[in-house]
């Protein structure tokens, strides 16, 4: 049985505030507090483990960006800033 997964309304890209998206999901000031970004901390933590998280965080940004009312653009944003990061990771090693 197929099941379908509602959608929520979808406003125009030029509406959206596109620098304030950009700003919010590269670089959110709730995630700069103190000498370290909290990616790089959570880096350190999980090691090797680390691109299983960028993985997790990619999934559930592309999964969640259409069950939205709205805004829906900046979850997909997040999640090509996972993607871009675990690129980043493999290139780096």
């Keep these: ?6 959608t929520a309304h979808v406003p125009p890209f030029d509406s959206v505030d596109k620098e304030s998206i950009d700003k919010e999901v590269n670089h959110p000031s709730h ?10 901390y959570i880096r350190q933590q999980l090691g090797s483990g680390y691109p299983k998280y960028l993985e ?8 969640r960006h259409n069950l939205k009312e709205s ?17 980043r990771y493999y290139e780096d090693l």
């Design 1 to 6: 049985m197929k099941t379908s997964v509602p």
């Design 31 to 40: 995630y700069n507090n103190g000498s370290i970004e909290c990616l790089e």
């Design 56 to 63: 997790g965080n990619i999934i559930k940004y592309i999964h």
């Design 71 to 87: 805004n829906n653009i900046k979850d997909l944003k997040k999640g090509e800033f996972y993607l871009k990061e675990l690129i």
